[in-house]
C-alpha cells in the first residue's frame, strides 16, 4: 500500500482493502486509521470536528485540508473539493496553494519562484520549497549578525579588563587577565529558529530539488545553534528596518515550526503535519482580494465584533462577528463568507442554501442597520451550478440580501449590475 493518499473534503478512509482508490474513498493503514481516530478525539475535546467514525470501518473527513502524517509514515494530503473535471489534484493543489499564500499574506512575487509555482508538489513538498527559496534569497543579502557580551580568562588583554574578577584571583594567576569583550555573531533567535526549520526540512524532503537546496544551505548554517524554545525565541523575533528582509521567510518558518498553524495536531508526534480549515481559507483570501479592490474612501474590516445581539441584566451576551464590513461614507455593507456549494438548478431546495445563515445575516442587520435598511450579502465559491448572482432576496423594509460567487479563478466578486458597493467593477456583472 502507498505510503502517500491523496484525498479531498469529505472524503471516506478505511483501513480494509479497496477494488480503487479515487479522491472520494481511500485506503489507509491500520496503525494510521487508528491514530486518526485517537487525533479526531483530541479534536473534539477541544471544539473542533476533524472527522467521523462510520461503522467503524470508514473515517468520514470533514472541510479541512492540508497533510497529515502518522507516526508509521503515512502521508495523507487533504485537497478542496472545488474541481470536478480534469486533473482535478493539480487544480485543487494549485489552489490550495494560492489560498495558503494569500492566508499568510506573502506577495504574489517574484519571478524567481516562477518555477516553483510550475512545479506540481504534494502540500508539504510545496510549503518546503517556499521556505528553502525563501531561506536562500535571505542569505545572498547575509544574516543579520549581533554583538554577544563575553565574559573571559586569557593571558592577553583584550577588550575591557574586569577589575573586580581580577583582584580575587588567588595569589599564583596575577598573570591571567579576567576580561569582558563583544563578540559580533549570528547568533540570533531569528537566525536559530531558521536553523531549526531547516533541520526538519533536511529530515522529511522527498523531492530532489528540496533535498539538494536543503543540503547546500544546511552546509551556510552549519555553525548556527538551533533553537532550544521555539516559542521563546518567535516572540523575540525583531521586525524593524533592519530585519526588513526576514520578512518573507518568517511565515513559511512559522507553518514549519508548527506555530502557525490554523489548528495545531494534538501529541508529541506531529511529523509534517499542517491543517487549515477550508472556510477560514475562503474567508481571508475574499477579503484580500477586495481590500485591494476598494474605490477610494471605502473602508473594509474584517471579523468586526463591536455588537451584540442582546442585552441581559446590564451585560451585553451573544457577540456578533460578521466576516467582512464594508463602509463608505454613511453607507455600509455586511459580507459573510460560505465555503459551501450553491446548485441554481435546485430552487425546489432553496439551492441548497441554509436557513440558518439567513438566520444569521438577519441578526446582523438588526444591530448593524439601525434604521433597519441597508444591503447584505452571502459570498460563496463560484462554480458550473453557480456562474451567476441569486435573485436579491428581501426582506422587506428596505433590507437586501444578496448571494453572489466569487470566482477562485480570476479573484473576483461577481455582483448583480445596479448595487452601490463601493468596489471597482469587475470583468463580468450579471443583471438581477
Not at 588567588?170 to 591571567?176: L, N, S
Not at 475562503?282 to 477586495?290: D, E, K, T
Not at 444569521?360 to 460563496?380: D, K, N, S, T, V
Amino acid at each position: 500500500m502507498a505510503k502517500s493518499v491523496v484525498v479531498r473534503e469529505y472524503a471516506r478512509l478505511t483501513s480494509s482493502p479497496l477494488a480503487t482508490q479515487t479522491l472520494d474513498e481511500a485506503q489507509i493503514s491500520e496503525t494510521a486509521f487508528d491514530w486518526l481516530c485517537e487525533l479526531a478525539g483530541s479534536f473534539r475535546r477541544s471544539g473542533a470536528q476533524l472527522l467521523q467514525l462510520e461503522n467503524r470501518r470508514w473515517l468520514k473527513l470533514d472541510s479541512h485540508v492540508g497533510v497529515l502524517e502518522s507516526p508509521c509514515g503515512q502521508v495523507i494530503e487533504i485537497l478542496p473539493k472545488h474541481f470536478e473535471e480534469g486533473d482535478c489534484v493539480t487544480q485543487s493543489r494549485a489552489l490550495l496553494q494560492k489560498l495558503i499564500t494569500s492566508a499568510l499574506d506573502m506577495p504574489a512575487r517574484e519571478t524567481e519562484l516562477a518555477s516553483l509555482a510550475l512545479f506540481d508538489a504534494p502540500l508539504a513538498e510545496w510549503v518546503m520549497g517556499q521556505f528553502l527559496h525563501e531561506l536562500e534569497h535571505l542569505l545572498k543579502r547575509g544574516l543579520r549578525f549581533d554583538y554577544h557580551r563575553v565574559e573571559d580568562e586569557q593571558r592577553y588583554l583584550r577588550g575591557q579588563l574586569d577589575l573586580v574578577r581580577q583582584m580575587r584571583q588567588p595569589p599564583g594567576r596575577q598573570h591571567c587577565f579576567q576580561l569582558r569583550h563583544d563578540v559580533f555573531l549570528p547568533d540570533r533567535p531569528e537566525n536559530r529558529l531558521l536553523k531549526s526549520a531547516l533541520q526538519l526540512v533536511l529530515e522529511h524532503a522527498q523531492q530532489a530539488n528540496n533535498w539538494r537546496l536543503a543540503h547546500e544551505l544546511a552546509g551556510m548554517l552549519d555553525e548556527l545553534p538551533r533553537s532550544e524554545d521555539i516559542d521563546a525565541d518567535f516572540g523575540r523575533w525583531h521586525n524593524d528596518r533592519l530585519m526588513a528582509h526576514y520578512q518573507g521567510v518568517k511565515p513559511w518558518c512559522e507553518l514549519i515550526l508548527h506555530r502557525q498553524m490554523p489548528l495545531a495536531v494534538a501529541g508529541a508526534y506531529r511529523g509534517i503535519s499542517m491543517l487549515f480549515p477550508m472556510e477560514k481559507l475562503f474567508g481571508q483570501h475574499v477579503a484580500r482580494v477586495l481590500r485591494g479592490q476598494l474605490m477610494p474612501g471605502a473602508k473594509l474590516r474584517t471579523q468586526v465584533a463591536s455588537r451584540y445581539l442582546c442585552q441581559h441584566a446590564g451585560k451585553s451576551m451573544f457577540q456578533l462577528r460578521p466576516d467582512l464590513l464594508l463602509e463608505a461614507g454613511t453607507h455600509r455593507y455586511v459580507l459573510d463568507t460560505k465555503w459551501k456549494r450553491v446548485d441554481v438548478n435546485n430552487r425546489d431546495g432553496k439551492y441548497d442554501l441554509s436557513q440558518v445563515d439567513f438566520y444569521q445575516m438577519l441578526a446582523y442587520a438588526r444591530q448593524y442597520f439601525p434604521q433597519g435598511q441597508g444591503e447584505m450579502a452571502l459570498i460563496y465559491p463560484r462554480c458550473a451550478t453557480f456562474a451567476e448572482p441569486l435573485q436579491p432576496f428581501d426582506f422587506s423594509h428596505g433590507l437586501t440580501l444578496h448571494v453572489w460567487p466569487f470566482d477562485l479563478e480570476r479573484d473576483e466578486l461577481v455582483i448583480t449590475t445596479g448595487t452601490r458597493m463601493p468596489v471597482y467593477k469587475p470583468r463580468n456583472t450579471y443583471a438581477a
